[in-house]
């Protein structure tokens, strides 16, 4: 079996991240940029804007959306909710992961203030993508990588993110059932 390295991930993701996979109406315009700055970041923050930008792209298991909690999304994830899209976000931070009830996709959602202030989103995205890693990966269907006939690209550098951000976190073997379906993916074996 190979051993891939986070370094051989963020290669392979790296041709995806361009401006027209970023312009994605399920991905609030500042988060688009922010996804881009931090692309252009540390290798921690580059895991992330790969894992942002393939979860949304990836639909199977990823994210629904990023969106501020001023926008017609959070408005319509507060009414399933029964709550006011200003309480999605607790007090004291400036990004979460909402969940659905409805379905198992979740959505991240920020302060619309953060909006306006490139630092606080640069920060806040990456640490909720970093923070709700283990749900994320939980959910994701690992059922869908590997099919050969019905390759899923996006599915798969959203599974490799989060196998490179269980590299990177320094917890010995909690990426050992993420990493198995990213290389499952890479070889195209079921």
């Known amino acids: 079996m190979t051993q891939l390295t986070i370094d051989d991930i963020l290669t392979r993701g790296q041709g995806l ?8 109406p ?7 940029e922010s996804i881009s700055r931090l692309n252009q970041g540390e290798t921690l923050d580059q895991i992330c804007a790969l894992a942002l930008l393939s979860g949304v792209k990836a639909e199977a298991g990823g994210l629904m959306g990023i969106f501020g909690d001023d926008s017609s999304d959070a408005a319509e994830l507060a009414s399933l909710l029964d709550t006011d899209p200003s309480t999605l976000v607790p007090s004291g931070a400036d990004a979460v992961l909402v969940s659905d009830p409805d379905s198992s996709t979740p959505a991240i959602v920020f302060r619309a203030e953060a909006r306006n202030d490139p630092i606080r989103l640069d920060n806040s995205l990456p640490g909720v993508i970093r923070d709700s890693r283990t749900v994320l990966s939980d959910a994701a269907d690992l059922g869908l990588v590997g ?3 019905d390759p899923k690209p996006w599915l798969c550098t959203w599974i490799c993110g989060m196998c490179a951000l269980a590299l990177a976190d320094g917890v010995p073997f909690d990426e050992v059932p993420v990493c198995l379906a990213c290389l499952t993916c890479i070889t195209g074996s079921g």
């Open 26 to 32: 399920r991905i609030d315009p500042a988060a688009q």
């Open 147 to 149: 099919d050969p006939a």
């Open 17 to 24: 991240l361009t401006p027209e996979n970023l312009d994605d």
